[in-house]
Structures are given as C-alpha cells and as structure tokens.
C-alpha cells in the first residue's frame, strides 16, 4: 500500500466533501418531500372545502322542500279543520292563501298545483 505525504489529508477530504454531498442531498430531498406533502395537503382542504359546499347546498334544498311540504300540509289540515267547524271559511281561505303564497315563491310549478287544487276544492263544496 503506496501512501504519499498528502494521502491522509486528501481522503480527510474527500470524506468531509462526500458528507456535504449527501447533506446536501438530503436537504433537497426533505424540501421535495414537504412540498408536496403540502401541495397534496392543500389539495385536500380543497376537496374538502368543495365536499361542505355541496352538503350545505343539499341542506337548503331539503330545508325548501321540507318547507313546502310543510306548506301543504297546513293547507290541507285547514280545508279539513274547515270542513269540521272548526275554522272558519275566511279563516281557512287566509290560511290556504298564504301557504299557496309560500308554496309559490319556492316553486312557481307546485304553486301552481297547489292553487289548481284548491279551486277544485272550493267549486265541489
């Protein structure tokens, strides 16, 4: 084994050059792999975000057709609150009315079904 007078100091150096390198290196790879742990992070509160969105958005439209129904149902109990004596005609009639009223500002189709039946029901009794 040939030695010369820098050999020692030259793989002193090699070594303390190999060990910058591979810090180095792993340095870049830790900030690679965070961001894109960060970027799939932000992703996700994305596809969350969008997720809670849609459930609201799902949540009014339950609350508006439970609404409706609501509406219809109070219509119907009057004309048969009515019909046992209990309300009377003007009474029920402002209470149809109104719930015709709200039936139609939520949909202009089933307001108009609404009103279709209760002008058959007034022409029968």
């Known amino acids: 084994m040939r ?12 070594m303390e050059i190999s060990i910058a390198v591979f810090l180095v290196a792993c340095s870049i790879v830790t900030i690679a792999l965070g961001s ?10 994305k596809i969350e975000n969008n997720a809670l969105q849609v459930q609201k958005d799902a949540l009014k439209e339950i609350e508006s057709t439970v609404n409706v129904l609501l ?3 109070y219509a119907v109990i009057a004309r048969g609150l009515e019909s046992e004596g209990l309300l009377s ?11 015709i009223k709200s039936i139609s500002a939520k949909s ?8 279709a039946l209760n002008d ?6």
């Open 89 to 99: 005609p003007t009474e029920t009639s402002e209470i149809v009315g109104d719930a």
């Open 36 to 45: 894109a742990f960060k970027d799939h992070l932000e992703n996700r509160i």
């Open 108 to 115: 202009e189709r089933l307001g108009t079904i609404s009103k």
């Open 3 to 14: 030695t010369n007078k820098w050999g020692n100091c030259m793989t002193k150096k090699i």
């Open 120 to 125: 058959a029901y007034l022409r029968e009794r």
């Open 71 to 73: 509406d219809g149902t």
